[in-house]
């Protein structure tokens, strides 16, 4: 449960006590905007505090939150997470399990906001060094892109072959894309001609894009050929003012305005030096296009060049048979209560995860939140087993999901109100060490 230091702004929307509210339609739309609100604050809190204390992010989801390295491995340790969930996997040197929380917020009619927990797993590439730096997807050393050997650095590619098995080892990692914008490049002027602050232009001089695809490759950043496109050339005397124009005099008739220069066409390497300041070191490696940005002209593909690519730690694509029954085996290891134990134990550990001297409750606390570990329990009402009716007016009683068939006439009987099943699902409520199951 989530306490947060004061409940009023929930409960008058539960109350009816908001202002200006005309009709019933009216302020049933305002109720669910301020609840909605409300949610999405304690949500941005909650998730802003995960991250600070060192909890990630391997996909695009925002809801499960993975542990960190050093916490997993706490986890096999303890028995949390079982080692006998990566039996039968290929590649265990290459990949990992890990063990993470995905997180709701909910409020209920009394004020109460309750933080919703489950735990899950996930398969992610271990692509970094003993050091945690992200390894560049250029290797220089080894002289390969993703682990694909490439003999020449300085040449663009044209085996067909390599190019393949690049773009194939390319397609299945997530990438980190980083570059920084050098002093006194063109983009640093138009900045400070803009009235930007000196802090401003830091703070925006690096670039980032977490969690990159890649939606396409071409095979050299400097070559028009694999791929160019033209921005507008300068204007003439743009730098004058309109009336001093060298020959014009003020006043007198203004000779008709040159025509409009020629669009300047530009590769990736050529943009990127003539804008940014960036030299690059390999402009014959390949390009890679991440996506589709808006623009004031609309949108435009965002292509960056090979080396500013690292390869980090990043789920797995392609579930398997093996990896489906590893997950499989995870849920089935802890079931009834132990799985609530289970994720009774991650919420507590999650709660002192600690960074710079302060730990994710700390961080919490000082927006006045606090979550209580211990699960809110509820009374339950145990339905009494029903009866069923055959056709032929005879009846069964079921006993713990089951029902006796004595009378042999029964088999050939049908339900009172038969019907299709197209699909079901069998769910067990009970501990594996107890006799008796619900069903």
């Known amino acids: 449960e989530v306490e947060v230091i004061s409940y009023d702004i929930i409960r008058q929307i539960f109350d009816g006590q908001l202002a200006g509210a005309t009709g019933e339609e009216e302020y049933l739309q305002q109720v669910l905007q301020q609840i909605q609100i409300v949610k999405q604050c304690i949500d941005i809190v909650y998730k802003n505090a995960a991250l600070f204390s060192g909890m990630k992010l391997l996909g695009r989801s925002d809801r499960l939150f993975y542990f960190p390295e050093e916490t997993q491995r706490g986890f096999m340790q303890s028995g949390l997470l079982s080692r006998d969930v990566l039996r039968n996997c290929t590649k265990p040197q290459s990949q990992a399990i890990y063990a993470g929380l995905k997180t709701a917020i909910q409020i209920n009619r009394s004020g109460g906001v309750y933080f919703v927990a489950d735990s899950d797993i996930d398969f992610v590439d271990l692509n970094r060094t003993p050091g945690g730096r992200p390894i560049p997807i250029l290797d220089e050393q080894a002289r390969s892109i993703a682990g694909v050997r490439v003999n020449n650095l300085t040449q663009k590619i044209t085996d067909r072959r390599v190019q393949e098995e690049v773009k194939k080892a390319l397609e299945r990692l997530t990438l980190h894309m980083v570059y920084t914008k050098q002093p ?44 160019s496109f033209t921005v507008p050339g300068p204007a003439h005397g743009q730098d004058q003012p309109p009336a001093l124009l060298e020959g014009v005099e003020a006043g007198a008739d203004a000779p008709p305005p040159p025509p409009p220069p020629p669009p300047i066409t530009l590769t990736v390497a050529s943009y990127f030096y003539e804008n ?16 589709r940005v808006k623009t004031r002209n609309g949108f435009v593909d965002e292509w960056f060049p090979i080396e500013f690519f690292t390869q980090e730690f990043g789920k797995t694509r392609d579930a398997d048979n093996q990896k489906l029954a590893a997950a499989l085996r995870y849920n089935d290891e802890k079931t009834g209560r132990q799985s609530v134990e289970r994720i009774t134990e ?94």
């Not at 930007?196 to 050299?220: G, L």
């Not at 940014?276 to 996506?291: A, S, V, W």
Request: glycine fraction near 6%; include cysteine.
């Open 276 to 291: 940014y300041g960036i030299r690059l070191r390999y402009p014959n490696m390949p390009l890679i296009k991440t996506g």
């Open 184 to 227: 006194g490049s063109d983009w640093d002027n138009r900045m400070r001609g803009r009235g930007k602050s000196n802090d401003w232009i830091e703070e925006k001089r690096k670039d980032v894009r977490h969690n990159c695809r890649v939606k396409d490759i071409r095979w050299a950043c400097d070559d028009p050929r694999e791929y």
């Open 346 to 439: 991650m919420v507590g550990v999650a709660n002192r995860l600690e960074r710079n001297g302060l730990t994710l409750g700390d961080f919490l606390n000082r927006f006045g939140m606090r979550i209580d570990v211990e699960p809110e329990s509820f009374r339950a009402k145990v339905e009494s087993e029903p009866t069923l009716f055959f056709s032929r007016d005879s009846q069964a009683q079921v006993r713990n999901g089951d029902w006796r068939l004595a009378d042999q006439r029964r088999v050939a009987q049908v339900f009172a109100c038969p019907a299709k099943f197209y699909s079901f699902a069998l769910v067990s409520m009970a501990d594996k060490n107890t006799t008796e199951r619900y069903f």
